[in-house]
């Protein structure tokens, strides 16, 4: 599957999901804690691709994705990825670790979870800020980004890992 994303850094989030309810979201999940990491083999060949394998724990439930390095898309986040639910996490991390992989980033947000139509919304509270992101096809992502209010001038293409890394390294200089 290829998944296609933008997020946008909010000022303020409070108030923005009795809105995105008034649009017609309908709320797929309220605000739940997620725990990801992220794992690669020593010397780190899948950062190396810009791919990422992570497993993602949200209370009992789990899931193993994989993500391709990103496709050229201008305004887009666009890349292959590939998901399963895990039924197992503490066995399923013994597996990893047997093969190899270890664990080289952590990091933990807050999410609720929307839909409109085929659009996936989230609101997302991390340690970097609190951002819309928004999942689907272009054309729905634009459409709804402007009804909120934004442009693609908005659009952020990075992942959460990068932002965590990069401030982080900010603070420390």
């Known amino acids: 599957m290829i998944e296609t994303e933008v997020k946008i850094k909010l000022s ?7 809105r995105l309810l008034g649009l017609g979201c309908v709320l797929a999940r309220d605000r739940y804690l997620e725990t990801n990491v992220l794992y690669d083999y020593r010397g780190d060949p899948l950062f190396a691709k810009r791919e990422a394998l992570r497993l993602r724990v949200v209370g009992k439930r789990a899931w193993l994705t994989f993500k391709g390095a990103p496709q050229k898309a201008r305004s887009f986040k666009v890349r292959p990825e ?74 952020i293409t990075g992942d959460y890992v990068a932002m965590i890394t990069a401030a982080a390294a900010a603070r420390k200089s």
């Open 12 to 18: 303020g989030a409070k108030g923005l999901k009795e």
């Open 82 to 155: 590939f998901e399963s639910e895990v039924r197992d996490p503490a066995g399923f991390r013994k597996i990893l670790k047997a093969l190899g992989l270890r664990p080289i980033f952590r990091y933990r947000k807050h999410r609720t979870l929307l839909r409109k139509g085929r659009l996936v919304v989230c609101l997302d509270e991390t340690s970097v800020g609190d951002y819309l992101e928004l999942e689907g096809k272009r054309s729905d992502i634009v459409r709804f980004a402007r009804v909120l209010g934004y442009s693609r001038a908005d659009f």
